[in-house]
């Protein structure tokens, strides 16, 4: 069976593009393949973070995973800092990365564009974003498109270490999910939503209550026409809207544009909202049961046991590999 490994940061609440263009596709993923769900927040620290509120969205990540239906019995979900294979592997890995590839990374240069000082791991984190996805012997890696570059990285350094050293590292695919996997800011749709967006109005959070999500979807930017037509170039705004529609109800965005023939926005955005909140609804009522429950704790110390062990045997085999350590020691 082959492999597959996902990291999330818990930066911030995840929004119904995270769900639809991620979270919701590993329910499915999770029944053919061998998934490792990993909370990333070594990675979250290459920026600025309030340790309480950094520990609040570790929990709540993780709250998130299961009750977007991952299964524990048959996945895998732990925390990164809880497994120490990931800081080790990813400085080992930073010894065969160059530093002008990880200068080029579009994600580096966005961060650290028009700032004064810039940690040394937000230049460095691919390596360590490297290791997560090369402990597993992981074949395949769900991203979206913005993410693409990162997997090619990883090929990159695991190919280099793989002729260096030895050929011990499996080199993993991008997975790209066909549908729902970009979701639009709903007050610029030209961008993709952003859990960090600004403007509270362009996001809906998972965890947003029954009148927030109507309030945003009724404020949502769309155009003069008054029409329900898709048209992703032209109209951007009711195009998104519709993709909305049809990812949280099943139907075919042609089959929507049908139904609201000679209506206007008003009606479809109503409709819209009771759509999306209807389809959150038993997700947030597992999220509550969830969030303060011993089960959690259970889940995730399971997790990293499970991911420990595997993680630790690619551990020693690259240690070996590059000459560290003593060959005996156990």
Same mark, same amino acid.
Not at 288 to 300: F, G, N, P, Q, T
């Given at each position: 069976?082959?492999?597959i490994f996902s990291?999330?940061q818990p930066?911030?609440?995840l929004?119904?593009?995270n769900?639809?263009?991620a979270?919701?596709?590993?329910?499915?993923?999770?029944?053919n393949y061998?998934?490792?769900?990993?909370i990333?927040?070594?990675?979250?620290?290459?920026v600025p973070?309030?340790?309480?509120k950094l520990?609040n969205n570790?929990?709540?990540l993780a709250?998130?995973?299961?009750?977007?239906?991952?299964?524990?019995?048959?996945s895998?979900l732990?925390i990164?800092s809880?497994?120490? +294979?990931h800081a080790e592997l990813?400085w080992?890995l930073q010894c065969?990365a160059?530093t002008?590839?990880l200068?080029?990374?579009t994600?580096?240069?966005?961060?650290?564009?028009?700032?004064?000082?810039?940690?040394?791991?937000?230049l460095t984190?691919?390596?360590l974003?490297? +290791?997560?996805i090369l402990?597993y012997?992981?074949?395949?890696v769900? #991203?979206?498109d913005?993410?693409?570059?990162?997997?090619?990285l990883?090929?990159?350094?695991a190919e280099?270490?793989n002729r260096k050293y030895?050929d /011990?590292?499996?080199?993993?695919?991008a997975h790209i999910?066909k549908?729902?996997?970009?979701?639009m800011s @709903?007050?610029?749709?030209?961008? %993709?939503?952003s859990?960090?967006?600004?403007?509270? !109005?362009?996001?809906?959070f998972?965890l947003?209550?029954e009148?927030?999500?109507?309030k %945003?979807?009724?404020s949502?930017?769309?155009d003069s026409?008054?029409t329900?037509?898709f048209?992703?170039?032209n109209?951007p705004g009711i195009?998104?809207? @519709?993709t909305?529609?049809?990812?949280?109800?099943?139907?075919?965005?042609?089959?929507i544009v049908? %139904?609201?023939?000679g209506?206007?926005?008003?009606?479809? %955005?109503?409709d819209?909202a009771?759509v999306v909140i209807? +389809?959150l609804?038993?997700?947030?009522k597992?999220y509550?049961?969830? /969030?303060?429950?011993?089960?959690?704790?259970?889940?995730?110390d @399971?997790?990293a046991?499970?991911?420990? #062990?595997?993680?630790?045997?690619?551990?020693?085999?690259? !240690? !070996?590999a590059?000459? @560290?350590?003593?060959?005996?020691k156990k």
């Open positions: 069976m082959d492999t990291g999330i930066s911030g609440s929004t119904i593009g769900y639809l263009g979270l919701r596709n590993f329910v499915d993923l999770q029944k061998d998934c490792y769900f990993c990333v927040d070594e990675h979250a620290i290459t973070q309030d340790r309480l520990r570790i929990r709540s709250a998130l995973y299961l009750a977007a239906g991952i299964n524990p019995e048959k895998t732990f990164q809880e497994v120490s +294979a990813g080992m065969v160059y002008g590839e200068e080029r990374m994600q580096f240069k966005d961060k650290s564009a028009g700032k004064d000082a810039v940690t040394a791991g937000l984190y691919p390596p974003m490297a +290791a997560d402990l012997s992981t074949n395949l769900p #991203v979206g913005d993410q693409k570059q990162h997997i090619e990883t090929r990159d350094i280099r270490f030895n /011990i590292f499996t080199l993993p695919e999910p549908v729902g996997a970009r979701v @709903l007050q610029n749709p030209t961008k %993709k939503m859990k960090s967006d600004k403007n509270q !109005k362009a996001t809906i998972l947003d209550d009148n927030k999500i109507e %945003k979807i009724k949502a930017v769309t026409q008054g329900i037509e048209d992703k170039e109209r195009s998104n809207l @519709l909305i529609y049809s990812s949280f109800s099943g139907e075919t965005i042609d089959a049908e %139904k609201y023939v209506r206007g926005y008003g009606d479809f %955005k109503q819209l009771e209807n +389809a609804s038993p997700l947030q597992r509550y049961d969830l /969030i303060e429950s011993d089960r959690l704790d259970e889940v995730l @399971l997790g046991d499970k991911a420990e #062990v595997k993680a630790n045997k690619m551990l020693k085999k690259a !240690k !070996k590059m000459g @560290l350590g003593r060959v005996h």
